[in-house]
């Protein structure tokens, strides 16, 4: 007897839901480690909070229905966060944009993922820094 067979066609398919959610929210790890290997430092780049929020959705969708109270919880909370910091990122991207658009290279492109800090301290030895891909104002 298969593993699969003691699942309903409904099941199999929630089953297959759970298990995209969590290749989702696992891509993230390897969008986060590819952009820090390019980086040589610890970044955070968006795409590591747009896994966030569908792994965490797909898994809060795949929670509720299994009706696991520990897990809706963990993944509710989590797309809390994952929603706050994207809006967080489009937010300063609209003052930034709004606020020094003749800083803009002249095709007026601009890095989607991952920013450098202008502003950032020297390298401490021996530790790791993790950063978001945005700009951080350090004289507020």
């Known amino acids: ?5 003691a699942y309903s ?9 759970g298990f995209a959610g ?6 993230r790890f390897l969008v986060q480690w590819v952009a820090s290997e390019r980086r ?12 966030s929020l ?13 009706k696991d109270p520990v897990i809706v919880v963990g993944q509710a909370v989590g797309v809390l966060i994952y929603t706050r910091n994207l809006y967080l990122i489009a937010q ?7 606020t020094s658009s003749s800083s803009l290279p002249a095709d007026g492109s601009r890095s ?6 202008a502003a950032a301290p020297p390298p401490v030895p021996n530790a790791s820094r993790i950063e ?8 507020a």
């Open 92 to 98: 300063a991207r609209r003052d930034r944009t709004s």
């Open 112 to 117: 989607a993922d991952v920013r450098a800090h």
């Open 40 to 51: 040589r430092d610890s970044v955070v780049p968006i795409a590591f909070w747009w896994f």
């Open 132 to 139: 978001s891909s945005l700009p951080v104002d350090r004289a």
């Open 54 to 66: 569908a792994g965490g959705l797909t898994l809060l969708s795949y929670a509720i229905h299994k």
């Open 1 to 5: 007897m298969s593993w699969f067979e």
């Open 22 to 27: 969590q290749l989702a929210f696992t891509s």
């Open 9 to 17: 066609s409904t099941d199999a398919i929630w089953l297959g839901v």
